[in-house]
């Protein structure tokens, strides 16, 4: 299987040691680092508590639980991206509660192949999550740029009696002159009348 360049961190849970072994084959270190494998809820929860991880693989049932509510919080909390393997005679039941949440799930037994999808689906939808987180962070930053822009003019409007248009000439011209952002004069006016 072929992978892009960037190293995803994940997190396997599963009570049986063949499966961590399977899962370390499967994932190329140039692409998966670290791979942390776990036996149990608990230890994956203490995991997750030291840091995030961008997939977390989960080889239900386990010794201490199903897994099912973890598998939700990975998912909902750690914005994980989560696989979850569980028994095809349980597996819609289990569907059902934790596909809303974002759990992607697989009935077992399943081969090589089965698994080396659903790794490639997983990649897409990270790819995809990450293209989305992108988008998102250049609207916010750019809705805070708007933000502190208004204030600032505001501050001039009322501090200096300049009417609205030339505040906003005055923030335009500051900023070229002196080659920095819009946002960096407006944060200084804030700063000076604040």
């Not at 349980?90 to 081969?111: C, Q, R, W």
Request: charged residues 25%.
């Amino acid at each position: 299987m072929s992978f892009e360049k960037q190293a995803y961190s994940v997190l396997v849970v599963s009570s049986a040691e063949n499966f961590h072994n399977a899962m370390s084959a499967m994932l190329p270190e140039v692409s998966f680092q670290p791979i942390v494998s776990v036996p149990t809820v608990s230890a994956a929860q203490r995991a997750t508590a030291e840091r995030s991880f961008d997939f977390v693989i989960i080889n239900a049932p386990l010794k201490d639980d199903l897994g099912m509510r973890f598998a939700i919080d990975c998912s909902t909390a750690h914005n994980s991206l989560v696989l979850f393997l569980i028994s095809n005679e349980i597996h819609g039941d289990v569907y059902e509660k934790v596909a809303s949440h974002g759990v992607f799930t697989l009935p077992k037994p399943m081969n090589k192949q089965t698994m080396d999808n659903a790794l490639r689906w997983l990649l897409t939808a990270k790819r995809k999550l990450t293209g989305f987180e992108k988008k998102t962070t250049k609207i916010e930053d750019k809705m805070e740029e708007i933000r502190l822009v208004n204030k600032a003019k505001w501050l001039l409007i009322s501090n200096e009696g300049l009417l609205e248009p030339e505040a906003h000439r005055y923030l335009e011209k500051e900023a070229m002159d002196r080659c920095i952002t819009k946002k960096a004069v407006a944060r200084e006016i804030i700063d000076k009348y604040s």
